[in-house]
Nanobody
Framework: QVQLVESGGGLVQAGGSLRLSCAAS????????MAWYRRAPGKQRELVAA???????NYLDSVKGRFTISRDNANNTVYLQMNGLKPEDTAVYYC?????????????WGQGTRVTVSS
């Protein structure tokens, strides 16, 4: 199985920055796409950013130009650099990874890390 451990959340003022990290561990053959989702209070979970094993990325429109997703394949870690944070970015952020756990691909979730942006 795969365990995802997130870190880096916290309280920040509007305009500030945070960097989220998510490290994957466990028994798997490889990690494919890694992504960050978020769930704001009273809203559905949404995809914030994703990155493939080949470093192709995609972003939620509202975070384009402010957030950057990256990964360290050697350490099975994905990052989300968040700049220019806005109060509407307040949410619990979840890491997601698609891993090849022989013989199948499966998706795994982290426990979530809270990001609060004050105005």
């Amino acid at each position: 199985q795969v365990q995802l451990v997130e870190s880096g959340g916290g309280l920040v003022q509007a305009g500030g920055s945070l960097r989220l990290s998510c490290a994957a561990s466990g028994r798997f053959f490889s990690i494919n796409t890694m992504a960050w989702y978020r769930r704001a209070p009273g809203k559905q979970r949404e995809l914030v950013a994703a990155i493939t094993s080949g470093d192709s990325t995609n972003y939620l429109d509202s975070v384009k130009g402010r957030f950057t997703i990256s990964r360290d394949n050697a350490n099975n870690t994905v990052y989300l650099q968040m700049n220019g944070l806005k109060p509407e970015d307040t949410a619990v952020y979840y890491c997601h990874a698609v891993a090849l756990v022989q013989p199948t691909l499966a998706g795994y979730w982290g426990q979530g890390t809270r990001v609060t942006v004050s105005s």
